[in-house]
């Protein structure tokens, strides 16, 4: 599985940093480091007004905060896993 | 017309308890044709010799600019200047370099320490004539130039740097001389030499100059084109154009903005890879990789950044340039524009990022030309060639 987080200038302001640091310890913590290939990604053209945009293999998931990251990890990258 | 350079860079420190610097370093003209840099000392220290030392500075850059005569600038500099009331006189020391075509030196010193040139690194005499104007004597040069070489001018705090403290006599020009060739890199830049020696000179004072100590250099280097691409163009038609251009000039190429690295990856026929690593400073985005550019940043945040550090590095005050030894895409760019490039080409595409068109969004279509604009005037105040070509 690839996650791309965006890095782009609108969501690096709405905090990139701390959701790649998030979702390295969360992959960490599953121990999906084998299966799971996290990277960065320039503008995924989907700038919106609240959290940052990340990809999964080939679905955006906008919106990601710290708030509701856990939910997401688990809905996307665990249940997409599961598949 | 030749394939040279000449980069200019002072840097000053100012008597201990002194808010103002009474030495000062002007510089005017442009690169193309003639250059000329003037470094005065001020009688004593503070307000008053920042008076002397500007007024000096100020008046002979300016007339020899227009071409006049060094007798009839000395002539004017003597009837000018106020008189010290304590002192009953009116003194500034100067030094001249003036570079023609990149070709030719002309040096022209009043009891300021003498010049010290190194060639190849390492410190050479050249000719010098010494004659009487207005009852003051004036030492006058001009030497041939060659790649490489470095003028070093220093007011006398230089020279008297330790006088008392950590050494009796001061170190003398010939400590100078042993030290900067001791430094000497093909790769400093002028301000970086000038930094070199001034911190020197702080140490030796233990951080409370007894002077006010000024040293400024002039370096004879290559010419180094860098073009930088920020923003896809208004018409997305133009983008094989813009494109086509830009990777047809010569010299490095940086690329700014993340759909603007899309467009030249895909123009490139490459892949982009960004970069998970923050380096040492998480406000700014990671950089990406692109096969046959040389550096990949985001584009308006990273590029505020760079215009910050320019005006940081225009006031003179960072002696320790924070940008200088970071790897974020910011202190890059910096290092590229600031340092390596004599000669940059702006490519600026006026396009609007629809997903930037909202008003909960810090960023706007002005930002990046306000950008463009701030930053130009920066590297024009370092001495740089600069051509924007908006899209």
Not at chain 2, 213 to 222: C, G, N
Request: net charge negative.
């Amino acid at each position: 599985m690839n996650i791309c987080v965006c890095v782009g200038s609108s969501c690096h302001l709405k905090g990139s940093y701390n959701i790649i640091a998030l979702m390295k310890s969360a992959i960490a913590e599953h121990q999906l480091e084998d299966k799971v290939n996290l990277c960065a990604a320039f503008c995924l053209g989907k700038c919106s007004t609240v959290g940052v945009n990340i990809k999964i293999d080939d679905e955006i998931v906008t919106g990601v905060t710290p708030e509701n990251f856990n939910q997401v990890f688990e809905e996307k990258v665990l249940g997409g896993l599961a598949k | 017309m030749n394939n040279l350079w000449t980069d200019f860079g002072y840097i000053s420190l100012n008597h201990v308890g002194e808010q103002l610097c009474g030495d000062r370093v002007e510089i005017i003209g442009d690169n193309e044709n003639s250059m000329t840099m003037v470094l005065a000392d001020g009688l004593g220290s503070g307000v008053k010799a920042n008076i002397l030392s500007t007024l000096t500075s100020k008046i002979i850059c300016t007339m020899m600019a227009n071409g006049m005569p060094i007798e009839e600038c000395v002539d004017t500099i003597v009837k000018t200047l106020p008189v010290c009331s304590v002192r009953k006189v009116a003194y500034s020391t100067f030094t001249i370099i003036r570079i023609t075509n990149n070709s030719v030196a002309e040096i022209i010193q009043f009891d300021n320490p003498n010049v010290i040139l190194l060639r190849g690194g390492k410190s050479v005499e050249y000719p010098i004539i010494s004659r009487v104007i207005e009852g003051k004597t004036i030492l006058e040069s001009k030497i041939s130039l060659q790649l490489h070489d470095v003028f070093i001018a220093m007011s006398d705090g230089a020279i008297y740097a330790g006088v008392g403290k950590s050494m009796n006599f001061g170190w003398q020009r010939e400590n100078i001389i042993e030290f900067a060739e001791r430094v000497y890199d093909d790769t400093l830049s002028a301000k970086l030499i000038s930094s070199l020696i001034v911190d020197e000179c702080n140490k030796l004072y233990e951080g409370e100059p007894g002077d006010d100590t000024t040293v400024a250099a002039v370096r004879i280097r290559e010419r180094a084109p860098v073009n930088l691409l920020f923003g896809p163009p208004a018409d997305p038609k133009d983008c094989t154009k813009m494109m086509t251009l830009f990777f047809s000039k010569e010299g490095k190429k940086i690329v700014c903005g993340g759909t603007t690295s899309k467009i030249a990856a895909d123009y490139l026929h490459e892949p982009i890879t960004t970069s998970l690593d923050y380096g040492s400073d998480p406000d700014i985005p990671p950089v990406g990789h692109v096969k046959g550019i040389d550096l990949v940043t985001e584009g308006v945040i990273t590029m505020s950044r760079v215009v910050q550090y320019a005006k940081e590095f225009l006031n003179n005050s960072d002696l320790q340039n924070m940008w200088s030894l970071q790897t974020d895409g910011a202190s890059l760019i910096a290092q590229m524009l600031f340092e390596y490039a004599t000669d940059i080409n702006f490519f600026v595409g006026k396009a609007i990022n629809p997903a930037h068109q909202n008003p909960d969004l810090p960023i706007t279509f002005g930002i990046k030309i306000q950008i463009v604009h701030e930053l130009t005037d920066c590297l024009e105040k370092m001495g740089k060639q600069v051509k924007v070509s908006y899209f």
